[in-house]
Every structure is written in C-alpha cells, then in structure tokens.
Nanobody
Framework: QVQLTESGGGSVQAGGSLRVSCSVSGDVHRDYFVAWFRQSQGKERQWLAVISAGGGGSDVWDSVRDRFAISLDNAKNTVYLQMNNLKSEDTGIYYC????????????????WGQGTQVTVSS
C-alpha cells in the first residue's frame, strides 16, 4: 500500500513561482516511479513529470519543460514539482501518483493517487 499526500498549492499571479510537494509513504522502494499530473477544468488529466525513486532519472512534458522541474528528496520521502513563470493555463488540481510500472504510470493508470492540491494562477 502506497500513500501519497500533496501540499503546497495556492494562488499566485501569472509570472510567479510555486513549489508543490508530494509526501510518499508506505510500501515504496527504489523500483517506484513518482509522477505529477494536472487536472484543469474541462480537460483530461495531463501528465507533467516523472522521477525514479531509485535515482534512475526523470522526465518532464515537453510543453512545460522550460518552466517546470521535478526533484526528489529521499531523506524526506518527498517529490517536488517546481513551477516557474506560471500562466493562467497552469491553473488546476495537481496530483501525484506512484507505480513500479512506468508506462502505466505516465498514462495515468496507476491505482496510487494523492488527493490533489489546487493551484490557481491569476492574470
């Protein structure tokens, strides 16, 4: 069983920065991947970034790669998503998810999800 808890969301003006956190607990080991997704109103959940818990690397969606970065603090069992130069279209609920199956994870098919944290970007 894996537990995921997001935090750090809030309201920010366009052009600002925000860092959201995903605290991971439970039966998680180095074979896991942790990903961030965004659910905007009226849109499907979009994969944003993924990182290996075992230090095997990370990847970020092309459309946000110049503004978003994913990182991992193993000591705190926490995965971060740093978001810079935020735009109104970044508004949405940000979820983290985890799985040992990389492809399923980035397609949003993991059964392990957090409750989400709201990010609102005003112009």
């Amino acid at each position: 069983q894996v537990q995921l808890t997001e935090s750090g969301g809030g309201s920010v003006q366009a052009g600002g920065s925000l860092r959201v956190s995903c605290s991971v607990s439970g039966d998680v080991h180095r074979d896991y991947f942790v990903a961030w997704f965004r659910q905007s109103q009226g849109k499907e959940r979009q994969w944003l970034a993924v990182i290996s818990a075992g230090g095997g690397g990370s990847d970020v969606w092309d459309s946000v790669r110049d503004r978003f970065a994913i990182s991992l603090d193993n000591a705190k069992n926490t995965v971060y998503l740093q978001m810079n130069n935020l735009k109104s279209e970044d508004t949405g609920i940000y979820y983290c998810s985890a799985s040992t199956a990389y492809s399923s994870l980035v397609m949003g098919r993991s059964r392990n999800w957090g409750q989400g944290t709201q990010v609102t970007v005003s112009s």
